[in-house]
RNA sequence: UGGCCCAUGGUGUAAUUGGCAACACUCCGGUUUUUGGUACCGUCAUUCAAGGUUCGAGUCCUUGUGGGCCAACCA
């Protein structure tokens, strides 16, 4: 058996080349670098797979590093979340890391930049120092604080870390190229003052470094050799690279930044602001809330680990823009979902069926199989009696040929019972059918081996004993957004695309063999879809979330005409 | 007036680095089925444009076109 090459993408290509051209391998290190300043979405999941994906192909070392250098919006909460998300895909990184920790040598070696004449203290306000940085077309000026004495600069950049200075009146600026065609070398801000306690380092600190000064460094620090982030930071690798010159030790590994294509995906937003947005205004419940793009709202909304990271190991890694089409994620939890996931029955909107031949209190249980898929999932039982409950759309007066379900005059097979027959029904005063009368044949029994229980007919419906089916709450979600790229359009933003009707709650019955079941456990409702135990989910009021439904080509049949 | 990046079916990615453009999803059609599920089979459909190099270009070069990013004391 010769097995396929796995083809590489073109970041697994940059490894490839960097070990044959004599890297060695050993060296080899990752990192994945969130800011806790939100919870993670199924964008990062991309990033935690290629990261922790090629630690373990190269069997090399992973940090979980935190970038927190902005007290401002970070917080520990976040990142509690995010630990519990990379933990649950199902990744184990080599140390726990944050840029905090390294803010005392990012000190000195600021202090270092400012001795070698290569940054220095600007005092002009943020709008001053705005007009001098000049626009993509035109190169900037210089600051008329470019050229204070080492010793000036020495003795202001203390006097901010000391705390005598207010927020705003002064920052640290690398020294490099007003003119420069990249804005980010025209004197980037390394530091600037806030009095704000970290989550971490408390008040020890007053001056916090930028993002660009601190992540090449803490990279450098942790002896990261790839460090990959997505695309809008192509421009910053040329700092990067400054401020690795800087620092940079012969002999020691000297960190190399690529950059990826973020993903986006269809009919959602994957940004940490605009997710924040929708928490905030109580679109949705929290980061978690099922409809959510994130890690914590997948989970909760039934998706499974596996089906996430076969997902995104399916959507690959590129560089072009791209929209991914939630169907593509919707095919993983299913194809998942499908192998481990018990069979039950559950009726959301149910009509009522009499048995009129069926003996009044008699019942029984029948034998189900719990997964087709998989002989070793093993039986239960499930009650049969005179009074059921089945799907309102199973049922219709009249119907045509194609109409497989249960029709006055017509027969249909209950799923592990019997072949039942509707010889009529009972309206209200406007109409709506409130129950149906039929008749059943005993000795159609599923597995009794008869003769009858042979006989095939076309539709087999799902049902539910009255008497014995226990009633929950099953919430039913639909697409946040009703446009495809709701963040894509210049004049209209995103929350006018919400879509109103993304939750529906209803009242449904379920088989009693469920009522056993925990939180985040995971049922296949026969023909209808996957549902997952929500927890808020209580032993006297179940709930249950619809993870996405089975693929429905009656549906799509009932469209067309 | 600038700089950087990108362009392969409807969608997302491949193509042994210059050698027969393929995989998955979606769509459509069919077979099987006590889930209109699953499984299986099949159909449609692809290299942005024009030049150039080459025996040979999706891949290299030039120009053009289209798109993205760049002017937070955010990351």
Redesign the pocket.
């Known amino acids: 058996m010769e097995e396929a090459?796995k083809?590489?993408?073109?970041?697994e290509?940059i490894v490839?080349?960097d070990l044959k051209t004599g890297f060695p391998k050993e060296k080899l290190r990752f990192r994945f670098?969130?800011?806790p300043?939100g919870y993670l979405h199924i964008g990062h999941a991309s990033s935690i797979c290629l990261n922790f994906g090629l630690g373990l192909n190269y069997d090399s070392p992973v940090n979980l590093r935190f970038?927190?250098?902005?007290p401002?919006?970070?917080e520990q909460e976040y990142v509690d979340a995010i630990k519990e998300d990379v933990r649950w895909l199902g990744y184990q990184w080599d140390k726990e890391c944050y840029?905090s920790d390294y803010f005392q040598q990012l000190y000195d070696w600021a202090i270092m930049l400012i001795n070698k004449g290569l940054a220095y203290v600007?005092?002009?306000?943020?709008?001053?120092?705005?007009k001098q940085?000049?626009?993509?077309?035109?190169p900037g000026t210089n600051s008329p604080f470019r050229n204070r004495s080492i010793t000036e600069n020495l003795e202001l950049f203390d006097k901010m870390k000391q705390g005598d200075f207010e927020?705003?009146?002064?920052?640290l600026r690398a020294k490099i190229d007003m003119k420069s065609?990249?804005?980010?070398m025209r004197d980037?801000?390394i530091y600037?003052?806030?009095h704000r306690a970290h989550h971490r380092t408390n008040t020890a600190w007053c001056i916090?470094?930028?993002?660009?000064w601190?992540?090449g460094e803490s990279d450098y620090i942790e002896q990261v050799s790839h460090s990959f982030c997505?695309?809008?930071?192509?421009?910053?690798?040329e700092l990067y690279d400054w401020f690795l010159d800087q620092v940079y030790d012969d002999g020691k590994v000297r960190p190399k930044q690529r950059?990826f294509?973020r993903?986006?995906f269809?009919h959602t937003v994957v940004s940490k602001?605009k997710l924040l947005q929708l928490v905030e205004s109580g679109i949705v419940t929290g980061w978690d809330d099922p409809r959510m793009p994130t890690i914590s709202g997948l989970r909760r909304r039934g998706y499974t680990a596996e089906s996430i990271r076969n997902f995104v190991d399916?959507?690959?890694?590129?560089?072009?823009?791209?929209?991914?089409?939630v169907?593509?994620l919707?095919?993983h939890v299913?194809?998942h979902l499908?192998?481990v996931s018990p069979?039950v029955m559950a009726v959301l909107n149910p009509v009522k069926v009499v048995i009129t031949n069926y003996p009044e209190g008699q019942v029984e249980w029948l034998d189900a199989?719990n997964?087709?898929?998989d002989e070793a999932a093993g039986n239960r039982e499930v009650p049969f009696s005179r009074e059921l409950f089945i799907e309102k759309e199973?049922f219709r007066e009249e119907?045509n040929k194609?109409?497989?379900?249960l029709k006055l005059g017509g027969e249909v097979?209950?799923?592990?019972?019997?072949?039942i027959k509707a010889e009529s029904c009972t309206k209200d005063t406007d109409g709506n059918i409130m129950e149906i009368q039929c008749t059943y044949d005993p000795k159609?029994?599923?597995?009794?081996g008869t003769e009858e229980?042979?006989r095939?007919?076309?539709?087999?419906?799902?049902w539910v004993s009255i008497e014995h089916a226990v009633p929950a709450e099953v919430r039913i979600y639909d697409r946040l957004f009703l446009d495809e790229t709701p963040d894509?359009y210049?004049d209209r933003d995103f929350m006018e695309f919400i879509n109103s009707n993304s939750l529906k709650t209803v009242t449904g019955y379920v088989e009693p063999s469920l009522k056993s079941s925990k939180v985040g456990d995971k049922f296949?409702?026969?023909?209808?879809g996957y549902f997952n135990i929500d927890l808020d989910s209580t032993p006297e009021n179940m709930v249950f979330n619809k993870t996405v439904g089975?693929?429905?080509?009656?549906?799509?049949?009932q469209?067309?005409n």
């Open positions: 090459p083809s590489l993408n073109f970041i290509h490839e080349e670098p969130p800011e300043n970038d927190d250098t902005n401002a919006k970070e840029a600007d005092s002009q306000s943020s709008e001053e120092m705005a940085k000049g626009t993509p077309t035109e927020e705003g009146s002064h920052v065609s990249n804005m980010l980037p801000i600037r003052i806030l916090y470094p930028m993002y660009d601190a992540h997505t695309l809008e930071f192509a421009m910053h690798r950059e294509a993903r986006n269809s602001r399916t959507i690959g890694i590129a560089k072009r823009d791209n929209v991914v089409d169907s593509l919707e095919f299913r194809e499908n192998k069979r199989e997964n087709p898929e199973d119907a194609k109409f497989f379900r097979r209950l799923k592990n019972g019997y072949i159609s029994k599923s597995g009794s229980s042979l095939r007919v076309k539709g087999t419906l799902h894509a210049k296949q409702f026969q023909r209808l089975l693929r429905d080509t009656w549906a799509k049949m469209k067309k």
